[in-house]
Structure formats: structure tokens, C-alpha cells
């Protein structure tokens, strides 16, 4: 759909964004609100709640985007909104406000998969990363293998353009930042898990070695975290054991975790890390491989991962392929990325 300017609505988790796009990647404006604190209280996202927080911040945004961009807002021409997957709540939230108001400013409104807006993020012209690897691609190249790892999917996908993508594999059971999330939960360290186990992994000294085994998957591009989220709670148990005299039965793991002495939650937070890491790693290695192809490129929340990415650098020099990664704030959901993703659908 080849509007010269997009707005983009993103509605799909504990994000809500609104962002002009021109041409489909040059970014114009982007006013995001964030529900990350608040649903920090519950654990994680409660999905009404979410959408009722889309539906009043929403008007906000828009506000604030027409204000300060009068002259853009009034070019605008189409209204692409996050359609799925997500929550049913925050997205409805989204595309309802999406109908309202281009029904009133008459224009027309498409819908376009969430996933698509996250494969073409390191599309979207930015400022250059911080400290860029050696082998860092400063403009995105066709085909590419894309690592889309975020709370919500875990997958592989061979993109050979902007509006073409293919699915080679995914997770079977948790996506990797909902991995990171849970433990975060079982250790008490907060909500959301991945920068908080980043955080924690970086504290760990002298540490022993890895009592996780790297998930082993039948098929060449799956992946499963549920195995690791198992045997990180039976590892805070054995530790529990050692120090509790008589565990009760029914035990908490959370009031467990939370009781373990600083070292060992620094030690399973960095060992839980290069598990997810190294699993990420070594299947992306192996898809560019075998597609011949030169580029891997990384997007999703957990796309911010510092080992992440040092370790896929790392891994990528050795092949001989490059990599790209969006800024931090296009990794994570952003109404940016929707707009582009509008523009190639
Ligand atoms: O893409 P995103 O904002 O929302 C979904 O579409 O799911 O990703 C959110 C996820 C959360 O699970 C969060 O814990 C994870 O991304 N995340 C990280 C980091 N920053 C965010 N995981 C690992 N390391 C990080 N630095
Ligand atoms: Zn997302």
C-alpha cells in the first residue's frame, strides 16, 4: 500500500504507540506510552486492564503526534493498526480506535500482522547503534535470516523482501522473553524478566558451571524453553534444600527464589541467559547456513539483550555473515515499525 505518510497504531501487548512513517521507512514521529510499570504490579500483563489503558492513552498520543507534526498529521493518507497476534483485548483496543478515526478523518484503515512490523524494524532508517560489531550492516539487504525473539514468539524467518516472509521454525512451548519473564518471577527479581536477569547475569563472579543443558530439538529451527523453566525451578528447590531443614510440601517457588542469597541468583540469572542465548544462537547459525544467506538480522524485546547480540556477533564473524540489529526502541513494540509494515503489506 504505497501511501507517502502512514500512521502507525500499536496496540498489541503493554505498549501504546502512534507514529507517522514516510515512504515506509523514514521515520517522522513516534509518542509511546508504556504500561510496563503499572502491569509490573500484577506479574505481568493483565489483558483488560491493557486494553483499557490503550483505549485512554490512545487520544493522548494522537494529541500530542497532531501538535507536534500538524503538518505531516494532515498528509497522512492511511492508518495501518497491529491486528494480531497479541492480546484480544489490547488489540481490539487498537483497531477500534484505528476505525474511529479513519472513519472521521476519512481515510482508510488496514490491518496488518504485528509479526511483519517486527521482521522489518532494522528496515527503518535510525541513528547508528551503539558500539556496532565488527560485522555490523549499516542498511538492511534481501533475502536475510530474521531471529524475532519476543515475549509473546520465538522464531526463524528467511525474509526475502520486505513484504515476503517465510516461517522456518518457532518455539514449540514458551517464547524466549516469556522464559525470561517467568524466571525473573521464580527468583523475585521483578517484572519484565529480560533486562532484570540481564542486569543480575552481569553481577555474577567466579561462577561454576552451567547446570542447564541447552535444548536439544528434533527439528532443525525449533526451539523450547519449557525444559529450562522446569529445570531452573528444580535447581532453586535443590539450592532451597540445602539451607531449609524441612521444605514444606506445597512450596512456593517464588518465596523460594526470593529467599536464595544474592550470589545464587546472580549465578542462575547469568547461566539461564547464556542457556536461552546459546539455544537463539546456534539455530540462527545453522538457518543462515544452510539458506546460503549473508545477513542475520535480530528484532523482538529480547533482540535487546546485550549477549544476545555479542554472542550472535561473535558467532556470525566466524561464517563470515554480518548482522543487524534495530535501536533498543525499535526492538521492543512500536507503532513505527507497524506504519512500515503497513507500506509493504
Ligand atoms: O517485543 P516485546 O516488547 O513484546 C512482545 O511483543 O512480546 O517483548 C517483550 C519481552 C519481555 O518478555 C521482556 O522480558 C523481553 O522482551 N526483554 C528482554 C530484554 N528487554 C526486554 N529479554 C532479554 N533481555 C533484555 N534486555
Ligand atoms: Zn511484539
Known amino acids: 500500500m504505497k501511501s507517502k505518510y502512514i500512521l502507525g497504531i500499536e496496540t498489541s501487548c503493554d505498549e501504546t504507540s502512534i507514529a507517522i512513517v514516510k515512504n515506509g521507512t523514514e521515520p517522522v514521529c513516534e509518542f509511546t506510552a508504556s504500561q510496563v510499570k503499572l502491569m509490573a504490579k500484577y506479574g505481568g500483563v493483565v ?9 485512554e492513552a490512545l487520544p493522548i498520543l494522537l ?22 497476534p497479541g492480546l484480544p483485548p489490547a488489540l481490539a483496543a487498537g483497531m477500534a480506535f484505528a476505525k474511529g478515526l479513519g472513519f472521521g478523518r476519512n481515510l482508510p484503515v488496514i490491518f496488518v500482522d504485528h509479526l511483519h512490523g517486527h521482521l522489518i524494524s532494522s528496515l527503518v532508517e535510525d ?13 538492511i539487504e534481501f533475502p536475510n535470516i530474521c ?41 523475585g527479581l521483578g517484572y519484565p524478566g529480560g533486562p532484570i536477569i540481564q542486569k543480575w547475569a552481569e553481577k555474577a563472579k567466579n561462577i561454576g558451571e552451567n547446570p542447564f543443558s541447552i535444548p536439544i530439538q528434533d527439528k532443525p529451527y525449533s526451539f523450547s524453553f519449557s525444559g529450562l523453566k522446569t ?6 528447590v535443590g539450592l532451597s534444600a540445602k539451607s531449609i531443614e524441612k521444605l514444606p510440601k506445597d512450596i512456593e517457588i517464588e518465596k523460594l527464589g526470593t529467599a536464595l542469597p544474592e550470589k545464587a541468583k546472580a549465578e542462575i540469572s547469568y547461566w539461564f541467559q547464556e542457556t536461552v542465548v546459546e539455544s537463539l544462537v546456534r539455530k540462527t547459525i545453522e538457518a543462515a547456513k544452510k539458506n546460503n544467506i549473508g545477513l542475520v538480522t535480530l528484532t523482538g524485546g ?5 549477549r544476545l547480540r555479542e554472542k ?22 512500536n507503532a513505527t515499525m507497524v506504519a512500515a509494515a503497513g507500506y509493504f503489506t
Open 312 to 333: 550472535l556477533a561473535k558467532e556470525t564473524i566466524k561464517i563470515n555473515v554480518k548482522v543487524k540489529y534495530p535501536q533498543f526502541k525499535r526492538c521492543t513494540d
Open 127 to 139: 541513528p547508528p547503534i551503539d558500539n556496532p560489531p565488527q560485522n555490523y550492516q549499516k542498511r
Open 147 to 187: 531471529l524475532l525473539v519476543s515475549g509473546g514468539h520465538t522464531g526463524l524467518y528467511l525474509v526475502n523482501s520486505p513484504s515476503d516472509y517465510k516461517l522456518l521454525g518457532q518455539t514449540k512451548d514458551d517464547a524466549a522473553g516469556e522464559a525470561f519473564d517467568k524466571v525473573a518471577r521464580m527468583l
Open 47 to 55: 489483558p483488560e486492564l491493557s486494553a483499557r489503558k490503550h483505549l
Open 302 to 306: 529480547v533482540a535487546a539483550n546485550k
Open 63 to 84: 494529541k500530542e503526534c497532531k501538535a507536534q507534526n500538524p503538518n505531516e498529521y494532515k498528509k497522512v493518507e492511511l492508518i495501518a493498526v497491529s491486528h494480531d
Open 231 to 236: 529445570a531452573v525451578r528444580r535447581y532453586i
